[in-house]
């Protein structure tokens, strides 16, 4: 069996691609994805297979949603479960040395920054496929903040970064598991 999930590997989505093969023993091969916009491009190369997919995804660059990419499947995919699973904790990063007042982020955490009271969020978006990428684009871009999974660092590389925590979160998402027709 073959699950299509968002990457890269450490993913919320792979780990519900994960919780929902559990209870199975059939071994699983999980191959990800740069976006499911690129996913669903070639379902007509996957049948038979799965794809574990999150009801709050959002692709800026294609300007789609799990709801665009829902209805335009139609017909090529069986809505075969649904779940809800809670995310990995999620953090706002503030890199100070870093003068880009920019943030990187997942368009579908968005919403979080609204609910945060530790950050204004008046400062530009970069929008990125996943929370790692964000991570990544942060560090690399020098950018002062990013909404991401919060990291499992040592303290010394804490501090060695210059990274401070600014607001976590541990929201609920709803999974959808398709079999591809």
Do not use: N
């Amino acid at each position: 069996m073959r699950i299509h999930v968002l990457g890269p590997a450490g993913t919320d989505s792979e780990r519900a691609a994960r919780h929902w093969r559990q209870p199975s023993k059939t071994p699983a091969l999980i191959e990800f994805w740069p976006s499911y916009t690129e996913l669903f491009r070639s379902l007509a190369d996957f049948a038979g297979d799965h794809i574990v997919m999150p009801a709050g995804y959002v692709d800026r660059a294609e300007e789609t949603s799990w709801v665009d990419l829902h209805f335009g499947a139609y017909g090529r995919l069986t809505l075969e479960e649904v779940f809800a699973l809670p995310t990995m904790t999620m953090a706002i990063l503030e890199q100070e040395r870093f003068a880009c007042e920019s943030i990187a982020l997942q368009p579908a955490t968005e919403g979080l920054l609204q609910a945060s009271d530790q950050f204004s969020g008046d400062c530009p978006r970069v929008y990125v496929p996943s929370k790692p990428i964000a991570l990544t684009r942060m560090l690399e871009d020098k950018l002062h903040y990013c909404l991401t999974t919060l990291p499992k660092w040592s303290p010394d590389e804490w501090r060695d970064l210059g990274v401070a925590v600014k607001d976590t979160f541990s929201p609920t998402m709803v999974w959808c598991v398709y079999r591809v027709r």
